[in-house]
């Protein structure tokens, strides 16, 4: 698996999100390397860790990036924020202090679970993927975007990065969106050891930021902020407001 490491001083390991790499946390790595050093990750079959033989499943992914990287903060994104949860839950001492950005336990609706979204949507870009996979990635990328004060930069950058280290296989993008739809980590929020922020955007369509101060409140010592004005990437259109959020946070949970 691919982890590119920059910068100096306490390690931040960062995981991207669904169909994406690494790449896509340059703003964040150019306002953080000075005070961190970032593990930043290419997930299983993305990015130049496209041909990683590690399934994208939490348990086998969560180890093997554990295995490549030092005891240290995971902030995850998105999709990534439910591997960082995961192993904030699974290996506290490895993972002293958990961020979640834009992600929630729990990405779709339930009768117990009002701010998901509908499963219906991780199901037509399955199909998608089937029949028109350039397009299906234009329209999630459409999606996440949508709603930020700077919806078009947000998209510039976003479809950018897409392919920036190659395509991701179809059947990974199947994989993670079928982890996106599955999976349920709201069991393991009220014993978290570990500090956890919970950093949303305002404007947020794929994870509602409602989402993620519920799931806040499960979790001892979790706090919740806001990006006003920010949709669901708000490191590519608020990069100084995130960094330093995560930088305070960061130096609150050493």
């Keep these: 698996m691919h982890v590119e490491v920059a910068g100096s001083g306490p ?9 994406m790499h690494g ?7 150019e306002r953080l390397r000075d005070r961190h050093t970032l593990h930043v990750v290419d997930l299983p079959g993305h990015g130049l860790s496209r041909d990683c033989g590690v399934p994208l499943a939490l348990e086998p992914c969560v180890a093997a990036i554990a295995a490549q990287v030092p005891a240290a903060p995971w902030c995850g994104w998105s999709l990534g924020g439910l591997l960082a949860l995961h192993a904030a839950a699974r290996w506290p001492q490895r993972v002293p ?6 992600a929630s336990p729990r990405f779709v609706r339930a009768p117990d679970w009002h701010y998901g979204v509908s499963a219906e949507i991780f199901r037509n870009f399955a199909a998608g993927l089937r ?3 350039r397009g299906t990635l234009e329209l999630f990328v459409a999606l996440e975007a949508f709603g930020s004060d700077h919806a078009r930069d947000e998209t510039r950058a976003l479809r950018g990065n897409l392919f920036a280290r190659g395509e991701p296989t179809a059947a990974v ?7 996106l739809e599955s999976t349920d980590l709201r069991q393991a929020l009220p014993a ?9 955007g305002r404007r947020d369509r794929l994870v509602d930021p409602r989402a993620m101060r519920a799931a806040a409140a499960l979790a ?3 706090q919740v902020q806001v990006i006003e004005q920010a949709g669901h990437a708000p490191f590519l259109t608020h990069a100084d407001e995130v960094s330093a959020r995560l930088a305070g946070f960061l130096g609150t949970a050493a």
């Design 220 to 222: 001892p010592r979790a």
């Design 11 to 19: 390690p931040l390991v960062l995981l991207h999100g669904w169909a």
């Design 173 to 179: 993008l199947a994989d993670g969106l079928e982890l």
């Design 23 to 29: 790449g896509v946390f340059a703003p964040l790595v």
């Design 97 to 102: 202090a958990l961020a979640m950005l834009c």
């Design 131 to 133: 029949d028109d996979y």
């Design 192 to 200: 978290l050891q570990v500090p956890s922020l919970w950093l949303a």
